[in-house]
């Protein structure tokens, strides 16, 4: 049982580029979530999947996208990077939106140059 | 006013001491409360949940609410030096479930 797993680890991407970040949870949870955290700003969530088939904005959605593919899958793609998406970014999941007990992938280390 | 509140230290306690962290939020309509644990460079770890007033005990952390006051605090009685992390308040957003609002978090330090 792995948990919530994110994929890279780390990425340098120069701006304007594209990429997605991908997040997988086995632990059969309904709802998923994407976070950012930098220095001083604390977590602040972008995007959230209540249940498979449903996405929603969060908190600082702008310049994101994302996809839940099934219900272990939710994927965060930067469109167009920009320094100000230099950012450690979480992927989190929990049994249902009804629970708020969320559970943490390792995170992937963001740089935009 | 910001939402959740939290000293962010660092707060420092020799081991074996209790080390108390403090939260206050601002939105009365929340009902849930949790502590996350989250040490330098790795990814937030839930270690306490709190949904109704008063404490709740787990081994050596006890979580408090006081609804009224808006307050929620966590203890670590006989802290370790492998307590020292940072320390996540989070609480739902009321009317929103599942929506959780973090604090900045307060760095904890357990000197040998």
């Known amino acids: 049982n792995a948990g919530v797993t994110q994929t890279p680890k780390f990425q340098v991407l120069k701006t304007g580029q594209s990429m997605t970040l991908q997040c997988a949870q086995d632990?059969?949870?309904?709802?998923m979530y994407w976070y950012r955290q930098d220095p001083g700003m604390g977590l602040r969530l972008i995007y959230y999947?209540?249940?498979?088939?449903?996405?929603d904005k969060g908190e600082v959605p702008n310049g994101y996208n994302v996809s839940r593919l099934n219900k272990r899958e939710f994927s965060l793609r930067l469109e167009s990077a920009a320094p100000s998406q230099t950012s450690v970014y979480f992927c989190?999941?929990?049994?249902?939106?009804?629970?708020?007990?969320?559970?943490f992938g390792p995170g992937t280390r963001l740089t935009v140059t | 006013q910001k939402e959740v509140e939290q000293n962010s230290g660092p707060l420092s306690v020799p081991e074996g001491a209790i080390a108390s962290l403090n939260c206050t939020y601002s939105?009365?309509?929340?009902?849930?409360f949790f502590w996350y644990r989250q040490y330098s460079g790795k990814s937030p770890e839930l270690i306490m949940f709190?949904?109704?007033?008063g404490d709740k005990e787990d081994g050596r952390f006890t979580a408090q609410l006081n609804k009224a006051s808006q307050y929620v605090s966590l203890l670590i009685r006989d802290s370790q030096p492998s307590d020292s992390a940072t320390y996540l308040c989070?609480?739902?957003?009321?009317?929103?479930?599942?929506?959780?609002?973090f604090g900045k978090g307060t760095k904890l330090s357990v000197k040998p």
């Open positions: 989190a999941s929990s049994p249902n939106y009804q629970s708020y007990e969320q559970y």
């Open positions: 632990m059969n949870h309904n709802s």
């Open positions: 999947s209540a249940s498979e088939g449903t996405t």
């Open positions: 939105d009365r309509g929340s009902q849930s």
């Open positions: 709190i949904y109704s007033n």
């Open positions: 989070a609480v739902n957003r009321g009317g929103s479930q599942g929506n959780l609002i």
